[in-house]
């Protein structure tokens, strides 16, 4: 066989990948041990920026039909409601998904997988990975057929989207540095009989224990999360459902009955990520590059993000129009993501479930009370919401961004959200190329900037400089941003010329 990308697994973040692949239309061959996509319910929490990336494949609106919108949380302390938070709207004016939405990995999985068929291509199943080898020119892989048979793929690009364990990793010799929770953690997916409708998440607020419940499709179903205390020593999967449940009615106290058990699992939580995304022309993506504790739901999503940016890139330079140092801002953006990442997800885990005594005092006797009032602040929302849907994740710092002028959004940012003629600025954004938009303010014309653009590269929008445009970008005179093609800002400039849209394009070997 031969093609554009090896694809070695077929979880979320591979079959995200191979969707994105479609959409730019460059070959690839997935494979995946498994037989086929997961039954299980794994991940539930999909993020804003995830669906914002669907839309452009038409499986937004899809996945929002088959899950549940986080709209509201409930604190419970020793066993009785003691606080409400609403979040139907929380990331109103942020994005046009301004919730987290609550659906099975299993679905997610279904739906991706889906999309592929229907664009003619599939997963080769139950074939494994055995060996690989790279040259300066392409990528030779060795793979395990269902039938026993060993075949070659011959490709130019190779990517582990192989999880935790990830075989690509190993043989590429790169570290995965971190550490080990002691805690034991367990995840069920149930049907409880009880007094509370599954209308809302519930967070149970104790000393030193991580308990929630979110609500799933379905009467009465509901995924339960939380930790053993420290003194549960076992193995990772040793734990008996008994003891999970004993310990759930324990740490809830709240009369329940759990009436049946879909799928549960215990595990140990790491939060480690790779030094490097990549070596020559093998990348990774997903799992195989970082993982953390589930506080945030974040692991699969960041794993969509991550094939996001690879996809576009890849594209270029198969197209022959960008050279192969565009693959290492690959490696530079989404390393620095996965660091941040990282605090991120252990100083939110510190505040949900650490011992200490000052952070359990806040958690039991402060937190519940405020949380509805704290939750309804716009700074508030405006800090958080960012952070947690993954909009606010930002390449300021990449060798692609620059920003030539004073103005409030900076290039590396994602493209901010706003409506713009009664209709989100997204809809204009949907092709898989650059965007050039140029905001006029009516006095000043740009006309060098879109003979400047080589044929087919982008898009060109010309907008009017509404209010709330100039108000976003900080700025009241004519400017323009060129986005990549993942909607990220490449470059802002006053420059009307086109001289510094074409010495960006230069940069990028266009
Ligand atoms: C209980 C639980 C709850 C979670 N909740 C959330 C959440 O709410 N939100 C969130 O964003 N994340 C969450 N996560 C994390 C999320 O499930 C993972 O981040 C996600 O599955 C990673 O996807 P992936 O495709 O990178 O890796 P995986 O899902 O692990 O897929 C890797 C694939 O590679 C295949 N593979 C491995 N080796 C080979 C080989 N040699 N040859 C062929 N195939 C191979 C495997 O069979 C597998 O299918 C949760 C995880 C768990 C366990």
Not at 445 to 469: C, K, M, Q, R
Request: proline content about 3%; glycine content about 8%.
């Amino acid at each position: 066989m031969k093609t554009d990308v090896i694809i070695v697994g077929a979880g979320p973040t591979g079959l995200a990948l191979a969707g994105q692949l479609i959409r730019h239309k460059i070959d690839f061959v997935i494979f995946d041990r498994r037989e086929t996509t997961t039954p299980h319910s794994k991940a539930i929490g999909v993020q804003a920026r995830t669906l914002e990336i669907y839309e452009q494949i038409g499986l937004a609106d899809k996945l929002i039909e088959q899950g549940w919108i986080a709209k509201k949380a409930r604190m419970i302390v020793g066993g009785k409601v003691r606080g409400e938070a609403d979040f139907a709207q929380f990331g109103k004016g942020m994005s046009q998904y301004p919730y987290i939405l609550i659906v099975e990995q299993g679905k997610h999985e279904k739906l991706l997988y889906d999309f592929i068929k229907s664009n003619g291509r599939d997963v080769l199943w139950q074939t494994e990975l055995e060996t690989f080898s790279q040259t300066e020119a392409g990528v030779t892989a060795n793979v395990k057929t269902a039938s026993g048979a060993v075949e070659t793929i011959e490709a130019k690009f190779l990517v582990g989207c192989d999880g935790s364990k990830s075989p690509v990793r190993h043989a590429l010799g790169l570290t995965f540095e971190g550490s080990t929770f002691e805690r034991m953690f367990y995840v069920a997916d149930v049907v409880i009989d009880w007094k509370f409708e599954n209308d809302a998440l519930m967070v149970f607020l104790m000393k030193n224990n991580l308990l929630a419940f979110f609500p799933m499709v379905g009467e009465n179903r509901w995924r339960i999360v939380g930790t053993f205390p420290e003194e549960f020593a076992r193995d990772e999967g040793e734990a008996l459902y008994e003891e999970i449940e004993a310990q759930i009615k324990k740490d809830s106290e709240v009369d329940l009955d759990i009436t049946n058990v879909n799928w549960f699992s215990t595990y140990k939580v790491h939060t480690r990520h790779v030094n490097k995304f990549g070596e020559g022309r093998c990348f990774l993506a997903g799992d195989a590059a970082h993982i953390h504790t589930p506080a945030g739901a974040q692991g699969m999503n960041t794993g969509i993000q991550d094939g996001y940016n690879l996809a576009w890139k890849l594209a270029s330079v198969l197209r022959g129009r960008s050279s192969l140092g565009l693959l290492e801002t690959y490696d530079q953006e989404r390393v620095e993501n996965a660091e941040n990442l990282l605090k991120t997800t252990d100083r939110f885990f510190n505040l949900v479930a650490s011992p200490e005594p000052i952070l359990s005092y806040l958690r039991t006797h402060i937190f519940p009370y405020v949380a509805g009032a704290a939750f309804s602040i716009d700074a508030v929302k405006k800090f958080i919401f960012p952070r947690v849907s993954q909009i606010g994740i930002n390449y300021r710092r990449s060798a692609l961004s620059e920003t030539d002028g004073s103005f409030a959004v900076k290039a590396g940012d994602r493209m901010p959200y706003f409506e713009i003629e009664n209709a989100s600025v997204y809809d204009k954004l949907k092709e898989p190329k650059f965007h050039l938009l140029t905001f006029f303010d009516g006095e000043n014309t740009a006309l060098g900037l879109a003979e400047s653009l080589p044929d087919d590269l982008a898009d060109f929008h010309e907008l009017p400089l509404y209010p709330n445009v100039a108000e976003i970008f900080g700025v009241s005179r004519t400017f323009s941003v060129l986005l990549r093609p993942d909607n990220y800002i490449g470059l802002i400039t006053e420059d009307l010329s086109g001289a510094n849209l074409k010495r960006y394009l230069g940069k990028l070997g266009i």
